[in-house]
């Protein structure tokens, strides 16, 4: 199953053969952490999407409460009106002055109070106003965020088509890289690989697992050079293989290491200047 530069007839093959399990896993888990995401970021456009379209709900009910006030308020001021234009009708009617003095204070009540009521409407004029500004406003939230979040869908039910292509063709190669692998120790790789997020064959370099990163004791280090068993690391458990048997991937390694201080440094830099 392994490549012809990595045929290592030197050691043992179980290593060679968990490894080569232990390179395909850590992609395939890779690719089924993105497609795992794909329904949850479905989700959380949705429930962005109802919020707002909640809250836009809600401002409209608020409107129309608002407005069902005003009318309530319209109408009193029209009785209110009503009764005054009643009551100066009445005037010419009344026979002595104690009765044309109460029928003048209860014009004058009245209309003040008519014109209270006209002072309130204005007043809920103005909230109408800016509530429908609101609506408004939201209405085009919404409308953008729809269209945002329909695009962002359409792209990521593509990728999950293409992700689920990739995954499927990774599982049936996964059964064949499983049958290489001796059955007890597949059983001890695979429940390590559950308890570490996907590695559980870690490679070890100068003396240190490179999964922990703390010191694996020397004999045991010697064994992994010399590539006639696979020890587990006393610290984290991970099954060890020796990173000086598959030099391409240390040199990988190193070259990830190398690029990911670079960009330390240029971050350092540019938050100096
Ligand atoms: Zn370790």
Aim: aromatic letters at 2%; one cysteine or more; glycine letters at 4%.
């Amino acid at each position: 199953m392994s490549a012809p530069n990595r045929k290592r007839p030197d050691i043992d093959p179980q290593i060679v053969a968990l490894h080569d399990l232990q390179v395909q896993d850590r992609n395939l888990t890779i690719l089924e952490h993105r497609l795992a995401g794909v329904p949850r970021r479905l989700e959380e456009l949705d429930q962005d999407l109802a919020k707002l379209s909640e809250m836009l709900a809600s401002e409209r009910a608020r409107l129309d409460e608002t407005l069902a006030f005003k009318r309530s308020q319209e109408d009193q001021m029209a009785e209110e009106q009503r009764i005054v234009q009643e009551s100066k009708a009445k005037l010419n009617q009344v026979q002595t002055t104690r009765e044309l003095s109460a029928l003048q204070r209860q014009i004058e009540t009245t209309r003040r109070m008519a014109e209270a009521r006209a002072q309130e409407i204005a007043k809920i004029d103005e909230t109408v106003a800016a509530v429908e500004a609101r609506i408004e406003e939201m209405d085009a939230a919404l409308a953008d965020l729809r269209a945002k979040a329909e695009a962002e869908k359409e792209k990521l039910l593509a990728s999950q088509g293409t992700l689920e292509k990739k995954v499927a063709r990774l599982r049936k190669k996964r059964e064949a890289l499983v049958a290489a692998v001796d059955p007890a120790l597949l059983r001890v790789y695979d429940r390590i690989r559950k308890r570490h997020g996907g590695i559980a064959f870690a490679p070890a370099s100068e003396e240190r697992c490179l999964g922990c990163k703390m010191q694996v004791p020397h004999l045991i280090y010697a064994q992994l050079v010399k590539g006639t068993g696979i020890p587990h690391c006393e610290h984290c458990g991970r099954l060890l293989y020796w990173a000086g048997h598959f030099p391409e991937e240390a040199e990988r390694r190193r070259q990830r290491q190398a690029r990911r201080r670079e960009a330390l440094a240029d971050a350092g830099r540019s938050e100096k200047t």
